[in-house]
């Protein structure tokens, strides 16, 4: 053994490790004494061996493993690291250690385990035993049995968890082997030793042999409670009190120790859940309503053996329920009505608490079926009702019990009784509280007093129970009038009852207070406590009237020994037997005198009835003298009091004796035992001088201490009664004033609001105003306790009284009312507080009580019920509608709502969303309209409205979440928290529903002062949370963890994490530690004080308590005196109340001020480091299909450090509108942060990514728009993306490009145009061509045209790897399947070859057949000569900038503009919308770049060249028009000039204010000499666009730039005005403006005549004058057509935008004011049609009521004189005029003219006018519709049938021509879409055929036609500026163009003088666009870029004709008949210039 010498050596965890088994014997025997001498046990020795340790207890070696497990047992006991072992270790025992044949090694296998037991590791220990019971080693099997017994044992039932030993204990029973059956029957003894009789059900089914082995074993037993002898770590001071015990040989072991008592266990607990409602029959529920009564039984019978399993599993049982309630209910065979009791008791039994949402359905029914008289019947309903007892609580029942009590059925009464009784018996004092024994007791009261005698004895026996139950001070109040045989009867009853909860309870048979309530505590949770479970426990009832509780109960006088034997609990003492307590029999006259006789002087007694006043005020001062003297015990009140009665009594007339008497009166109340009969006796005498003027404050005196005795309820009844049965006003208003100040100082509780109302209403009718007065302030005062609902009593009084009320009302709204000073203070301080608190539950019931509340019941019929439950929901949605107009009716509901529940909740899963929200509203409706009585729904239909809070629909789940909110307002918390059905809600996983519900639970937990024990069942859901993947559920489970913590304590916390996963369970407890630091305290119960405030002062501001005073007082404000709250049940309101909302420390506060900082932070080189990472393969590589969840969380990970956490929080959310929200907020953050843009780009960018693979569209749009403005920021910062920002995000944005929607796909386009900006375009190239290979047809083809694009712009240089490569690749897809794909692939290489020519043949290489001949053949049919190659590669800056998509989203618009691009829609020809992208791609324009970007505007400008304008005018000598005519390149000459001007103009709107200046100077220079002014003809829009941008540039930008030198501003300002103001001198070029552009013109100068910032300027009021004169310039001398059509398309958009100033509109109607005092001269130049179609449109979008709405008048005043003006000057003719409109019929405007032509000529009297061969035409029309309508059908017969129908489209065609209003909508409106659409378009083609042959449309075109969508095949109507995107357009089009070209090149000298306006542009005037400037911008700036470029490269093509007059056409060769060579030619040549 020469090596031993070599593993001697080594230290001993190596030892222990070693191969050699001597080495790891050596090695164990090392660390067992190691491990037996370290001190700490937190040493780090310890971990070296955590992974040794399993090593230990498995060895090989029997000998090694013998000492490895001693050493594991030290380890385990020493060790603080320990338990992290339990698992392996005790796998390892039980696996390897208890099949060894030596029993040593199994010995310590048991201590082992028993260790770790020890060590807080029960529940992993116990989890491997019950493995190893499923061992096939039987050694295994035994061993693992004897140690759970052994554990059991010693440590007991409460460490050893039975349930899951039971669960296995039946199997091991039918075990094979004796030695695990014998092993099995200890185990069963040691069980039974511990829980009894609960093992029996589980072992029924055994073996019956073994079985009665088993009842012989037990039988032996000690009958002594068994005791735990071995302690956990955690529970040493037990064994410190245990070995204590033991020390001294204690016998009975302290039997008392609460700590140690076992738990009961439940059996029912121990036993497995069946699942039976799959099991039903199939026919069950046709079977249950055959008519057979054999059938009924069968199904009957099935569900009866079903439930005879005596665990159910929670399901829905409604259906079940409703069939068996319904066979008690109405079936006629009483044999089934037994058998279905049956059913339900086995249902209630099987499921209990969660059969109790039930139970309020099936109550009401069993009670009523007690009329049965069979006794087998009765017995089942008997047990039915009992087992459903047992699921609910009394409180949720008591309405239906109530209700039965009145019936008139004796049995029925009897049976109630009897179940009240039995209901009692498993009560507690505080489940029984004042608030239900009251209304029990009144019904029980009449039941004593029944005729028959059974229902008596059930009465009887029923208050007996209460009487044990909760004491008699508790019950006796409401026993005041009962009789003393009656009384005794209910005591005998009292002691014979034998109570569920043990005997020590109440205080009728036990006269020791202390003793109850510590028998009760215990009994709490189990009992449901009450809300106040903690206080509650020391209450047998209101203490109030402690010191009444009389040992015999004895209607006598206060016993002395009594009283004293409370022990002068009233604080004063005084206030002794009081109230109802004192039951006083009337003593005869002579009786009193005898007692009075016995205490006062005799002479006092003569002199009472004396004659002599002297005589009888001397009396009165003996009198008073003895009374003061007297004992409290001694004095005999009632004697007293009938002394001072005696006559005079109170009829006695001299004031002074008066005053003294009333006095006395005061101080036997005060002094005596006062009782009701004594006051009886006075209070009559004392109303009576309530009103007395001298008398009156001392009768007032004595009524206050009377109703000190006697408790205020009552006696202000009385006294209010008295006042109002007799006649004299001043008592009255006396009384009530009296009562105003009672209520103040005694506080509300228990009065009867009833009972005074009807005394209040008599006072307010009464003659006498200061009773009304009385009766108003009293209503003031009752206000201030019951808050609004008490306005509901007196809503039916008459105005004038009602509002004098609600003055009152107003007067107290913010006032608390004042804590009560008298009556209530006066017990006993310790348990006041309870009594008090139970006083204050009357209170807010009370209130509510009083509400007349209607029984809506029969109203939801069976139909109604149908109704909601139908197919359709439009039938739903009238069925729920249906019950919100019975509720609302109702207003306040009794709880009876029949089926209703039911039909409600399963609307609550509605698949229509907008159900769910009514049926939500309505649920919130109904907690209002029931009150607290909604509590017995919480179960059945509050748990389901938690379940929406799941849903995925944000404002549903906000509906939701106000519906449980005003429900548990109502309800208190109790009802939801009890039972397993929150924890039920808690485990779904849904995001949503856990987020919600978590955050509902952190509100509402804060504000309880106890919660029942089920709160514990959250907890496992609640940790589940804490992990969630979702991190809003995370965090919401964070913020409710401390609040759960507060009621259930760290240590059950901690407890429950046992059972999570180790890694979990660090985390968990690491939350719980952090929760433990944040944990608030309980609400306390509130002070003396405060506790009244809330329960008296229910609605007013709750007073907050001494301690929180000045937290609470702030928070408090939002529990605002609703009434409600005040009855919302239990604790949860008062707490509130008190807390006000203090704990949750939530941290919304903070959240709004975060939001301030940067959201991006720069964190220096964080981008290359990230980039450094992902080449390093730190991290994962941005490349997926799909973004799986590591890479959302590696972003967020990423980002954490440099994006705003809040933000982060929204862009991580898991709903998409955070996500919106967080790109709205980056886009508005883009600009002022650009930097930090910059550096988190790449983040941005893949984060963007993720959003493209989101569903949700609006979050699609968002993230392009905002990716849109990012690519121009970068632009413009000359950034270049990176190779890693760009893999990680083109390829995703290529995606896109395929998606269905278009525009999606227009926005994703511009963005990768954009992209070339910024990346090169040869290396998009590659990208984009990775997405020809996607599967997406889509993407394919925009992909393809995509790449043909890049090639037109930069040339065969973008073409990668190498053009070759890239066409064979592109050309691969000629053969695609999808067409689309294929013609795409085919223009591209047509695009290819119009740049590189013939060579594309070669770079191809070989293509099929098919598709070279389908390539040849589009390339023939392009016919494109190929241009030269762009060697313009260096401009690919530039020239992209203007790639910038036209999308309108993008404008940020202008206040005005916002709504141009709708309005633009209904004038562009009824709205095409294609016309908006009309310009070319290569020259679209984005109003930002140019408004706002200095920079790009710089960039693209070169230096100003400085021109001799002389040399510039040169060419203009305009030669002979003949030879003009003749030259086809008539424009070549002129396009120089025209192009300098155009670059001048271009240079007016550069961001650089001198370049602008210069330019204005130069054009001014023009405009003012005559002879060259004609120049700027044809660039005057131009010119003008140029202009007002530069206003706007001003206006944004220069003004705010606080750089800049104002002066020059003013400068600029004023260059711009004086060359404008040059302009509109020359009237031939100001009528050159369009429309659209002095819309903006106009926009622009009224927004700088508002300008403030213009005003603060030096020369400010000098630019606003001539502004002014400017102004009118425009409008005398612009075309008066285009500048009012521009004023009125200004003001509707003024007034649509919100944002518009009213100033802004006020000034454009002054413009328009002016412009109608102009209109008697212009009016024969303006185009009225036009005009009146503006004024059409104007109404449409301003209907005459939506003006009338309008702030000011001025709007409809300005339209009405404006039309006015127009009727007056053109008469009726003026409703010629209206052609332009579709449909007049609609038109608000045909109206308003007709009305104010008939006005006019009903002034004038003459209708020649209307004698006009048109008027009489139409008058003929208007007699002839009825011909009219026969014509019509006609033609529409022929439409319809086959062989007619072109025939009848032509003449319908011409009808329609002919009678341009004619309305064929009747026709069209009852035939299918088909028709109509083959009618619509049939109209078009003629209108297009007969269009074509030549006729040049004009006005005359018939209206209709053009309203109805213009045709694409001809697009003849275009928009203004003439662009017809690549639509085929008529020869008839360019004919009129080329008129207007020649006519503006003097060509067309015959047409000079009639040179339209707005022909202009275009052969359409019919149809004005007055599109905003931004379409003519489009067309515009194409050709200021045109100029510019051709400015810079005339040499490269001087073919480019330029005109501004045509607006570039993109359109594609014309295909109509007309075939003018010339023209063609002409075209040609234009386009090829465009291309």
């Not at 005997?503 to 309530?517: I, M, Q, S």
């Not at 040179?1955 to 931004?1974: C, N, Y």
Request: with cysteine; hydrophobic share 40%; proline share 5%.
């Amino acid at each position: 053994m020469g090596d031993d010498s070599e593993w001697m050596k080594l230290p001993i965890d190596q030892k222990c490790e070693h191969k050699l088994w001597k080495a790891r014997l050596n090695g164990y025997e090392e660390a067992l004494k190691l491990f037996q001498k370290i001190d700490d046990e937190k040493s780090p020795e310890w971990s070296k061996y955590l992974g040794l340790i399993k090593k230990f207890v498995t060895d090989s070696n029997a000998v090694a493993q013998l000492k490895g497990l001693e050493a594991a047992l030290a380890y385990v006991e020493n060790a603080h690291v320990a338990g992290k072992t339990t698992g392996e270790v005790a796998s390892g025992v039980v696996n390897k250690v208890f099949n060894q044949p030596k029993a040593r090694a199994k010995e310590l296998g048991l201590d082992i385990c028993l260790m770790y037991i020890e060590i807080e590791k029960g529940e992993a220990v116990q989890e491997e035993l019950l493995k190893g019971l499923d061992n096939k080693n039987p050694k295994i099997i035994v061993a693992c049995i004897e140690t759970l017994r052994k554990a059991l044992s010693e440590f007991g039932s409460k460490i050893i968890s039975l349930k899951p030993i039971i669960k296995v204990l039946p199997k091991l029973f039918e075990s094979r082997e004796k030695a695990v059956r014998d092993e099995a029957k200890l185990l069963a003894v040691e069980i039974y030793r511990w829980i009894r009789d609960a093992l029996r059900p589980p072992l029924q089914n055994i073996n019956s042999v073994q079985l009665k082995e088993l009842e012989e074993e037990w039988v032996k037993l000690s009958s002594a409670a068994p005791k735990q002898t071995r302690f956990l770590r955690s529970q040493q001071e037990l064994k410190a009190k245990f070995e204590q015990q033991q020390a001294v040989g204690d016998a009975d072991g302290g039997g008392d120790d609460g700590e140690e008592a076992v738990p009961q266990v439940d059996a029912y607990e121990l036993l497995e859940a069946v699942e039976i409602l799959s099991k039903l029959p199939k026919d069950f529920y046709d079977k249950i309503e055959a008519k057979k009564w054999q059938e009924r039984k069968e199904a009957l019978e099935a569900v009866e053996m079903l439930v005879k399993n005596p665990k159910l599993e929670a399901g829905d049982y409604a259906d079940l329920v409703k069939v068996l309630k319904k066979v008690v209910g109405k079936d006629t065979n009483v044999m089934l009505v037994a058998l279905a009791a049956k059913c339900l008791a086995g249902l209630a039994a099987g499921l209990r608490k969660k059969f109790g949402q039930y139970a309020g359905h099936v109550v009401p029914t069993i009670l009523e079926k007690f009329k049965e008289k069979k006794p087998q019947v009765v017995q089942a309903l008997q047990e039915a009702i009992d087992a459903i007892f047992l699921t609910t609580t009394l409180q949720n029942i008591s309405e239906d019990v109530l209700a039965v009590m009145d019936n008139k059925n004796p049995t029925i009464k009897q049976q109630t009784s009897l179940f009240i009784a039995r209901s009692f018996r498993h009560c507690t004092p505080s489940t029984l509280p004042k608030s239900l024994l009251k209304p029990f007791c009144a019904a029980l009261l009449k039941h004593i007093n029944d005729s028959a005698p059974e229902v008596r004895d059930a009465g009887f026996e029923a208050l007996g129970t209460a009487l044990k139950v909760a004491g008699e001070k508790a019950v006796n109040p409401f026993l005041a009038d009962v009789d003393k045989l009656k009384l005794d009867r209910i005591k005998e009853c009292a002691e014979k009852v034998e109570l569920v909860y043990g005997k020590k309870t109440g205080g009728a048979a036990d006269k020791k207070e202390g003793k109850p309530a510590t028998g009760k505590a215990p009994i709490q949770s189990g009992a449901a406590g009450d809300k106040e479970a903690k206080d509650a426990a020391a209450k047998p009832g209101p203490l109030k009237k402690a010191p009444a509780v009389k040992s015999g109960g004895l209607p006598k006088k206060g016993k002395p020994a009594a009283a004293a034997g409370m022990g002068g609990a009233g604080a004063k003492g005084k206030k002794g037997p009081e109230t109802k307590e004192i039951f006083e029999s009337e003593l005869s006259i002579e009786v009193c005198e005898e007692k009075a006789a016995a205490v006062l002087p005799a002479s006092c007694i003569q002199q009472l009835d004396s004659g002599n006043w002297k005589e009888r005020l001397a009396c009165m001062e003996e009198f008073q003298k003895a009374v003061e003297l007297m004992e409290r015990s001694e004095m005999p009140c009632q004697a007293l009091v009938r002394m001072l009665a005696k006559k005079p009594g109170w009829k006695e007339t001299n004031f002074q004796v008066m005053q003294m008497k009333l006095h006395i009166v005061a101080l036997i109340a005060q002094k005596g035992n006062f009782s009701k009969t004594s006051a009886q006796f006075v209070l009559d005498g004392l109303v009576d001088k309530v009103g007395d003027v001298k008398c009156g404050s001392n009768a007032k005196e004595a009524m206050t201490a009377i109703a000190e005795a006697c408790q205020l309820p009552w006696t202000a009844e009385q006294v209010v009664a008295m006042a109002f049965s007799q006649k004299n006003p001043k008592n009255q208003s006396e009384t009530l004033n009296w009562l105003s100040n009672a209520i103040k100082e005694f506080g509300f509780s228990g009065l009867n609001v009833k009972a005074f109302i009807s005394n209040v209403k008599t006072a307010l009718a009464a003659t006498n105003p200061a009773v009304r007065t009385s009766a108003i302030t009293l209503l003031g005062v009752m206000y201030l306790y019951v808050g609004p609902p008490l306005r509901m009593f007196f809503e039916d009084e008459k105005p004038a009284l009602l509002s004098q009320i609600d003055a009152e009302f107003e007067k107290m709204q913010g006032q608390t009312a004042p804590a009560p000073t008298r009556g209530i203070s006066r017990h006993s301080g310790g348990s006041g507080d309870d009594g008090e608190e139970e006083e204050q539950e009357d209170v807010g019931n009370d209130v509510v009580d009083l509400l007349p509340r209607t029984d809506i019941g029969d109203k939801i019929t069976a139909e109604l019920v149908s109704k909601i439950g139908d197919k359709n929901w439009k039938i739903r949605k009238e069925g729920l509608d249906e019950v919100t107009s019975i509720i609302n009716d109702a207003k306040f509901i009794q709880p009876n709502i029949g089926e209703l529940p039911g039909a409600l909740k399963s609307r609550l899963n509605d698949s229509n969303k907008i159900l769910v929200q009514q049926t939500l509203s309505i649920l919130q409706q109904l907690a209002t309209a029931m009150g607290p009585n909604i509590k017995q729904h919480v179960k059945n239909l509050g748990i389901p409205i938690i379940t929406v809070l799941g849903d995925s629909k944000n404002n549903v789940r906000a509906a939701a979440l106000a519906t449980v909110n005003a429900w548990a307002e109502q309800t208190g918390m109790k009802e939801w928290l009890e039972g397993e059905d929150l924890s039920e809600e808690l485990k779904k996983e849904n995001p949503f529903l856990r987020q919600e519900l978590l955050g509902w639970l952190a509100e509402k937990l804060p504000t309880l002062r106890s919660v029942p024990s089920d709160l514990l069942l959250c907890v496992p859901h609640l940790y589940s949370c804490l992990e969630d993947r979702n991190g809003d559920v995370r965090k919401k489970a964070q913020d409710a963890l401390p609040f759960f913590m507060m009621h259930l304590g760290f240590e059950k916390m901690a407890k429950a994490t046992g059972k999570l996963k180790p890694t979990s369970k660090d985390q968990v407890l690491a939350m719980l530690e952090k929760a433990k630091a944040n944990m608030p305290a309980k609400p306390a119960p509130p002070t003396k004080a405060s506790s009244r405030v809330v329960g008296g002062a229910a609605p007013a501001k709750f007073q907050p308590t001494s301690g929180l005073a000045e937290d609470s007082a702030s928070n408090t404000m939002d529990s605002k005196p609703d009434p409600k709250k005040a009855k919302a049940g239990g604790a949860s309101s008062k707490a509130k109340g008190v807390q006000g909302k203090k704990v949750p420390p939530k941290p919304n506060l903070k959240e709004d001020d975060d939001k301030s900082g940067p959201i991006f932070i720069i964190v220096p080189n964080g981008k290359e480091q990230r980039m450094k990472d992902e080449k390093g393969l730190k991290v994962l590589k941005w490349n997926f299909t799909t973004p799986r969840d590591e890479y959302i969380e590696q972003l967020k990970t990423q980002m954490s450090s440099c994006v705003a956490k809040w933000l982060q929080d929204e862009m991580f959310h898991a709903d998409f509108q955070h996500h919106n929200k967080a790109l709205a907020v980056m886009i508005e953050h883009l600009e002022n942060e650009k930097d930090g843009v910059v550096s988190c780009l790449d983040l941005i960018l893949k984060w963007l990514t993720l959003r493209f693979f989101d569903t949700n569209t609006s979050v699609l749009m968002k993230t392009l728009e905002y990716l849109k403005l990012l690519f121009n920021l970068l632009s413009q910062e000359e950034y270049h993306l990176t190779e890693n920002e760009a893999s990680s995000f083109i390829p995703y944005l290529v995606l896109k490009v395929g998606e269905p929607k278009d525009v999606i796909r227009k926005d994703v386009r511009a963005i990768l145009n954009r992209m070339c900006l910024i990346y090169p375009a040869s290396k998009m190239f590659t990208f984009i061509m990775e997405g020809t290979k996607s599967k997406n047809s889509k993407q394919r083809a925009e992909c393809l045209e995509e790449l043909g694009c890049l090639v037109e712009s930069y040339g065969m240089n973008v073409c990668q790897p190498t053009p070759g490569k890239a066409l064979k690749e592109m050309a691969t897809h000629i053969g695609d399947r999808d067409n689309t794909v294929r013609n795409a692939a085919l223009n591209t290489i047509v695009t290819v070859y119009n740049v590189h020519g013939d060579q594309v043949f070669k770079l191809i290489g070989n293509l099929s057949e098919k598709d070279m001949s389908m390539l040849e053949e589009r390339i023939k049919r392009s016919a494109k000569r190929p241009a030269a190659a762009p060697v313009r590669q260096a401009e690919e800056k530039p020239q992209r900038t203007q790639n910038i998509s036209t999308n309108a989203s993008m404008l940020r618009k202008g206040p005005a503009e916002d709504m141009s691009s709708k309005l633009n829609q209904n004038r562009n020809m009824g709205g095409h919308s294609e016309t908006t992208h009309a310009v070319p791609r290569e020259f679209q324009l984005d109003l930002d770049e140019i408004e706002n970007d200095n920079g790009t505007v710089r960039c693209e400008m070169p230096a100003l060249v400085q021109h001799k304008l002389d040399d510039i005018f040169e060419p203009v000598l305009i030669p002979e028009p003949k030879i003009r005519a003749v030259s086809p390149h008539f424009d070549d000459m002129h396009s120089n000039t025209a192009s300098t001007i155009n670059f001048v103009i271009s240079q007016v709107a550069s961001g650089d204010i001198n370049t602008s200046i210069q330019a204005l100077a130069q054009i001014d220079e023009v405009l003012r000499q005559e002879d060259k002014a004609e120049a700027m003809s044809g660039h005057i829009d131009q010119f003008l666009i140029a202009t007002f941008m530069q206003l706007r540039l001003i206006y944004n930008t220069h003004m705010a730039d606080e750089k800049l030198d104002k002066d020059e501003i003013v400068k600029l300002y004023s260059c711009i005005i004086g060359s404008m103001i040059s302009l509109f001198q020359i009237e031939s070029l100001a009528r050159e403006a369009s429309t659209g552009v002095l819309k903006d013109l106009m926009h622009g100068l009224i927004t700088l005549m508002l300008d403030s910032r213009v005003e603060d300027l030096e020369e400010g009021e000098q630019v606003i004058r001539s502004v002014n004169l400017l102004v009118v310039k425009v409008l005398e001398k612009s075309d008066q057509t285009n500048i009012l059509s521009a004023l009125l398309v200004l003001l509707q958009d003024s007034l649509l935008a919100t944002a518009s100033s009213p100033k802004f509109s006020e000034l454009v109607m002054k413009c328009l004011w002016r412009m109608v005092r102009l209109l008697p001269e212009t009016i024969n130049s303006i185009n009225l049609d036009r005009i009146l179609l503006d004024i059409h449109i104007f109404m449409k979008v301003f209907p005459k009521e939506k003006l009338k709405q309008c702030k000011s008048e001025f709007p409809i005043r300005t339209l009405k004189t404006l039309l006015h003006t127009l009727c007056k000057l053109k008469g009726p003719k003026i409703l010629d005029h209206l052609t332009m409109i579709d449909n007049k019929n609609e038109s608000e405007l045909e109206a308003h003219l007709c009305r104010v032509m008939k006005h006019s000529m009903d002034q004038t009297g003459s209708k020649a006018d209307k004698e006009t061969e048109k008027g009489a035409s139409r008058i003929e029309e208007k007699s002839s519709k009825a011909k009219v309508n026969d014509i019509l059908a006609e033609i529409f017969k022929k439409i319809g049938s086959k062989e007619n129908t072109k025939e009848g489209l032509a003449e319908l065609y011409e009808y329609k021509k002919k009678y341009s209003d004619a309305d064929i909508e009747p026709f069209l409106k009852n035939s299918s879409q088909f028709f109509q659409s083959y009618v619509e378009r049939g109209l078009r083609l003629i209108e297009t055929e007969r269009e074509g042959k030549g006729r040049i449309p004009s006005t005359g075109i018939s209206p209709q036609i053009e309203g109805t969508c213009v045709p694409a095949s001809a697009n003849t109507v275009s928009s203004s500026i003439g662009n017809t995107n690549g639509e085929e357009v008529g020869p008839s089009v360019y004919l009129e163009r080329l008129k207007i070209l020649r006519q503006r090149c003097g060509l067309d000298n015959a047409k000079q003088e009639d040179r339209a306006p707005l022909t202009s542009l275009l052969s359409k005037p019919a149809v004005p666009t007055v599109a905003s400037s931004t379409d003519m911008l489009h067309s515009k700036l194409s050709q200021l870029r045109e100029s510019r470029e051709q400015y810079q490269h005339l040499d490269l093509d001087s073919n480019q004709t330029h005109s501004s007059g045509i607006g570039t056409t993109t359109a594609s060769p014309s295909s109509t008949a007309a075939n003018i060579d010339d023209l063609k030619k002409r075209l040609e040549r234009i386009k090829s210039s465009r291309k």
